[in-house]
């Protein structure tokens, strides 16, 4: 369980969706999708500029932005900071990306070709402010992290000490029995298939080598009386 605990931790920071990952096949296909209908708008709407064609009915919580081979963007909306970030990250890899930042989740690049012109499609889309925030206000503070796993881990580890430490105690009682010669008595967790179990055998076969020695001893002591 305390491994488990670790393992969590040390994975956490991969769940985080603000690092660049590649895009999912679904989420890809629905790119496409959304880049094919863009592209059959811009043949039947000649006269439409780009930049209107692309503007979604969601305008105030989807953008979407077409950029050109010399790294021109075409959108409806001026292209953020981050928006142009994630771009020119992008670029470096063959396949589309996601990434989030802030409560804006990014995607692309989508290959589109628009009136004789080659694009990269990339969208951005706004989620809702509660989206992923427990982990990333996690993630963001080292100490609360450290907290919560201390918090969770003091338990496991006071319940393994318990385990170690009872049959520890019980060996031990054992042991004074024996030294104070109770030769009968029962030794506890010998079953175990761990250090302590070995220990209780070892322990059990002392008592029994030293009974055996008592009763030759005595057996000699009455063959010598006789």
Known sequence: MLL????VVIALPTLDSRIMRQLDPRSVSILNTIAHNISSSADRYSNIPLQVLITPKEA????F???RMNGDIISSSKASKA????ILQSEEFPQPKVKQYK???MTGPIPIKLRGE????YAAQQLPAEHNIWLINVLDRPFLLLFITMFVSMPLCASLAWHISKPL???QRTASEITDGNLDAVVPATQRQDE?????RSLRTMMFSIREHISLQHRLLSDISH
């Open 4 to 7: 488990l605990v670790v393992a």
């Open 60 to 63: 105030q919580t989807k953008h």
């Open 65 to 67: 932005y077409l950029v």
């Open 83 to 86: 928006i142009r970030r994630f």
């Open 103 to 105: 409560n804006w989740l």
């Open 118 to 121: 080659k694009f990269q499609l």
């Open 169 to 171: 105690q019980k060996l």
């Open 196 to 200: 302590i179990g070995e220990l209780a």
